[in-house]
């Protein structure tokens, strides 16, 4: 049987090693989920040097990386959209999957966290790559280091065949280390 996990749940399954968080810090594990802190990697978007963006042929290049120093914010600007990542290193067995979600208090301010990848994949390694919007008037400041979002875990009813990174699957994001600009078209990596 499926099931959102508890807090409890959580805490043993990271104390097993089974699912894996870094840094971990047990005083963000909420009821059913555990905060995610925003991470110092952005990508932020350049529109001026696609006039469209075609599905059928992808822009590549479309996002500058900027790295924010310790100590430092990171703007973003009425209705903006850019790419940030969690603090947090994440690693999910093969029989349990998660979700990302803004957290409640960040929604009230008029920043959305994720647009539409939400669901992480059973098998993931890596980061958490951060879809960001301020949908209000005023420009907003953010805070590497400050939490984010939140992450919910459920188990699967069997272990996944083949999870995320498997070689069968061309898995573009796994082990990502910085928010990660867009790979929808692109050839799968390469099998080592």
Do not use: C
Not at 3 to 19: F, N
Not at 40 to 53: K, Q
Not at 89 to 98: F, G, N, R, S, T
């Amino acid at each position: 049987m499926t099931s959102v996990l508890s807090d409890g749940t959580i805490r043993r399954l990271v104390d097993e090693d089974r699912v894996r968080i870094r840094p971990w810090d047990p005083g963000l594990v909420q009821p059913a989920s555990v905060d995610l802190r925003l991470g110092s990697s952005f990508r932020v978007f350049h529109n001026h040097r696609a006039p469209v963006i075609d599905l059928a042929d992808p822009p590549t290049n479309l996002t500058e990386h900027v790295e924010v120093a310790k100590g430092d914010s990171f703007v973003i600007h009425p209705g903006e959209f850019v790419l940030g990542r969690t603090e947090e290193w994440v690693e999910l067995p093969a029989d349990i999957v998660a979700r990302i979600e803004g957290k409640s208090s960040l929604g009230r301010l008029g920043l959305i966290v994720h647009a539409t990848a939400g669901f992480v994949d059973p098998g993931w390694k890596g980061t958490l790559t951060l879809e960001i919007t301020n949908l209000t008037r005023v420009p907003i400041i953010l805070w590497p280091g400050k939490p984010i979002a939140q992450l919910s875990f459920m188990t699967l009813d069997a272990p996944a065949e083949r999870p995320y990174g498997h070689p069968d699957l061309g898995s573009h994001y796994a082990g990502q280390v910085d928010a990660t600009e867009s790979r929808y078209g692109a050839p799968p990596p390469p099998v080592d």
